[in-house]
Each structure stands twice: as C-alpha cells, then as structure tokens.
C-alpha cells in the first residue's frame, strides 16, 4: 500500500554568494592584468598574493554553490511521522516521532523580531518546533540540521497542515492557524 507523502526541498538563497563570486573573480583577474608579461615579474609580490586570496574566495564560493539541497520526505507509518532527510541523492538521516506525543506546533524565526518587523514576513530563516506532551520545552522537528537549512513560511505551514491533518488534537498558536488556515 503506498502511503501519502509531502515532499518539501530547502530553498536555495544563493544570490550573496554568486555575487561574492562574481567581485572575487574580477578583482583577481584585475590584479593579475599583465604580471606575467612584464620584466618586473616577482613571485611573492603583493598584488600576486592578494589575487591568490581573491581566487581562493572565489574557489570557496563555488564549492558552496554547488552544495547539494536538502529534500525532506514526511509519511505516516500507523502512529509513527517518518521525516526522511536527503542532501541531494544521499539519505543522511531518518527521524521518528510519535505523532499522538505531539501536543503542539508552532514556526518560530531564527532570531527574534524586533517590535516594528511583520510577525510573518516570508522570510527564509524560521524553524518549526513541536513540543511533546508532559514538556514544556520546544524541539526542532528537523532536527539539528535544521539550523544549516533553508525553508520557507510556505513550506513550513504545508508541513504543519500534513501533521495536523493526521493528528487534529495538535494545538497551533492562534495567530499561526489563523494566518495560514490551518
């Protein structure tokens, strides 16, 4: 029997490191522009060595461009949520949680808001947090990784609305369910 699944992939904000990429390169090239043509050439010379870090910025930043994404599988299997955790093809972990030990979900942002921002801004740095019944402390229902992911509001709600579909004696801060119609 084929059970239901919610697929949700990290959101890739890559930007910062493609420009990063882009003034490392040039900055480089531009500091190397006829070094090795002229008579005066010096092996340790400082514009030599400064281009040299310049291309090991811009080498880092490649390696992390291309850093494979994670992709979050979620099932039920009878009573168990079953969070598959992939970076990229490569299964790096299987989380098992009881759903009837959930007794609440809630989003919460990385760093706490300041007065004046929006509660809910859409914003790629949130995590989602369950609390067990008997506890009064929250857990990252991802995991530790999840400090090193990337998803969005969207796919946070889409997740909480899969878990909460299964179990509905889940409690949602009001202004949460409200917000997303869960």
Excluded: C
């Excluded at 310049?54 to 009573?79: A, M, Q, T, V, W």
């Excluded at 949680?97 to 706490?112: C, G, S």
């Amino acid at each position: 029997m084929r059970h239901k699944e919610l697929h949700v992939f990290e959101e890739s904000n890559h930007l910062f490191w493609g420009l990063i990429i882009l003034v490392a390169t040039a900055g480089g090239t531009y500091l190397l522009a006829g070094s090795f043509v002229t008579m005066n050439w010096y092996p340790f010379n400082i514009r030599q060595l400064l281009a040299l870090g310049l291309f090991g910025i811009s080498f880092s930043g490649i390696i992390k461009l291309s850093e494979p994404l994670y992709h979050f599988i979620l099932y039920f299997d009878d009573n168990l949520l079953l969070i598959n955790i992939k970076k990229g093809d490569l299964k790096t972990d299987t989380l098992e949680i009881p759903v009837d030990n959930i007794q609440q979900l809630q989003f919460a942002p990385h760093d706490p808001r300041d007065a004046d921002e929006a509660l809910f801004d859409f914003s790629t740095n949130y995590h989602l947090l369950y609390q067990k019944k008997n506890e009064t402390s929250f857990q990252k229902l991802l995991g530790d990784q999840s400090a090193a992911i990337t998803l969005k509001v969207d796919d946070i709600a889409k997740i909480m609305r899969f878990i909460t579909n299964r179990n509905p004696n889940i409690k949602i801060p009001s202004e949460q369910a409200t917000y997303f119609n869960l």
